[in-house]
């Protein structure tokens, strides 16, 4: 499991490329039957991927617990949210199986022991994308299908930027202690998400961004208002923004990317949103 550790925005001004990009950004989030972790100290968030082909797969295949948490089971005191992007496969908690196809998410409350993954079919397996965040209190799990999930429609064609967000893990749609998770579709001939740009004091988030071809990108940027940064993203990577930071993407062509966000408010219009002319 990888370490990032917080970063401040005084000295994110100074950061290179490199520095920016190893930092924030995570790739190589899905190995074939394999489980990547990565743990980030920015509201305790863990960013995961599960790609089970011929194996069923532990969640904790490489994370130790007690060290990398100081509990006996990696949900004792946590949440997770789980958006499978892939081929159909079941989650299985405490002996209770999920089926998941795609684009379905599931919530699994803190106390949930035990956490496996399979695929229905090798030849397409599931990919599992989740992200874990610190918990007080279980609430009840469930698997929510994007039927089941709340859907808003938002943008403009002239502003390049008509797309649709499935809010799966969120207050309308189920109880959870801090994390919110949806995902978020582009229409063909829009590329921009969130602009104008906001920050959220209160919350930080992840965004993980799928569905780009091998021969386009997204360009992702953040950073404070005023010192806005880029960081060039590929098909199937995420980036973690702070609360201090803005969080926006413009890609050479529509794409689809879930976000993820835990702190103290889970209220998903505690914003601050920013006049476009204020970016620099």
């Not at 098909?235 to 879930?258: K, R």
Request: hydrophobic fraction near 35%; include cysteine; aromatic fraction near 10%.
């Amino acid at each position: 499991m990888d370490t990032r550790y917080s970063a401040n925005q005084r000295d994110f001004k100074r950061y290179t490329t490199d520095e920016i990009r190893n930092e924030f950004l995570i790739q190589n989030i899905f190995r074939a039957d394999d489980v990547s972790a990565v743990y980030s100290h920015i509201d305790r968030i863990v960013v995961l991927g599960a790609m089970p082909v011929n194996e069923t797969l532990n969640i904790e295949k490489n994370i130790d617990p007690w060290k990398n948490f100081g509990v006996t089971y990696f949900l004792e005191r946590r949440e997770l949210g789980i958006i499978n992007i892939a081929g159909e496969g079941t989650v299985i908690a405490d002996g209770t199986e999920y089926v998941l196809g795609n684009q379905t998410a599931l919530y699994l409350p803190m106390g949930t022991k035990k956490v496996e993954f399979k695929s229905s079919n090798a030849a397409e397996p599931a990919k599992f994308y989740m992200c874990s965040t610190p918990a007080h209190r279980p609430y009840p799990a469930k698997l929510i299908t994007k039927a089941q999930a709340q859907h808003k429609t938002l943008g403009e064609q002239k502003r390049a930027n008509v797309r649709t967000i499935n809010q799966f893990i969120h207050p309308d749609v189920l109880d959870t202690c801090q994390l919110s998770m949806g995902l978020t579709e582009l229409a063909e001939g829009s590329v921009w998400n969130t602009m104008p740009a906001h920050t959220h004091e209160r919350r930080m988030e992840v965004y993980f961004y799928f569905k780009i071809p091998a021969d386009q990108a997204v360009v992702h940027f953040m950073g404070e208002p005023t010192e806005v940064r880029s960081v060039f993203m590929h098909n199937e990577e995420a980036v973690l923004n702070p609360s201090w930071s803005i969080h926006s993407g413009c890609g050479t062509q529509a794409y689809t990317f879930i976000w993820a966000m835990g702190g103290e408010n889970r209220s998903y219009d505690d914003q601050d949103w920013l006049e476009t002319s204020s970016l620099k």
